[in-house]
């Protein structure tokens, strides 16, 4: 697999997605947490879901229960508590790993196209990955970096005018 648009994954719901539909679209991919300190960060997410959606920005959260166990809740758990705290109408996805044997194929391409100087792999919660149109060029923002940090690249990415 070369691009992530050659990959499919599980909604929260147990549908399939196909990345192929999102082709020339910049994703903003991030793997989530419900009972993290960074929780709050879902309401930043949803906040560049909407301002640039229509412009062709694509955020897509995928919930992972690796780090101190912060989402322990079942996918329909996690997915209404996203919508009825945050109002997070973006695309959640089944709970995955993005460490380890078992993780995500996403995750992996993702960690892969973003080499980290230390190590490739996820150190918390709230990592984000910024794809590019081409569905091969990664930025990887680490869970400090708040959503409203990552404007300016998303808008070069899109090539749009600052709103």
Same mark, same amino acid.
């Given at each position: ?21 999102? $082709?020339?679209?910049?994703?903003l991919?991030?793997?989530? !947490? ?8 879902? !309401? ?6 909407? $301002?640039?959606?229509?412009?062709g ?7 992972c ?22 109002g997070?109408t ?15 194929p ?5 960690k892969d $196209?973003?080499?980290n ?8 919660n ?22 409203? $940090? ?14």
């Amino acid at each position: 697999m070369t691009t992530i648009y050659d990959f499919k994954a599980l909604t929260s719901n147990g549908k399939e997605l196909d990345f192929d539909q999102f $082709r020339g679209k910049v994703l903003l991919i991030v793997n989530t !947490a419900s009972k993290c300190g960074f929780t709050p960060q879902f !309401a930043g997410l949803e906040e560049l879901n909407q $301002r640039y959606k229509d412009k062709g920005l694509v955020v897509i959260g995928f919930p992972c229960n690796q780090f101190a166990s912060q989402d322990p809740g079942s996918d329909e758990e996690i997915s209404n508590f996203c919508q009825i705290n945050y109002g997070v109408t973006f695309q959640m996805m089944k709970k995955i790993d993005v460490n380890g044997k078992n993780a995500d194929p996403i995750f992996q391409f993702l960690k892969d $196209r973003s080499k980290n100087i230390f190590s490739d792999d996820i150190k918390w919660n709230f990592t984000k990955f910024l794809v590019a149109s081409d569905g091969v060029t990664v930025r990887r923002y680490a869970p400090t970096v708040k959503p409203s $940090r990552m404007r300016k690249d998303i808008e070069e990415m899109l090539m749009v005018e600052a709103v």
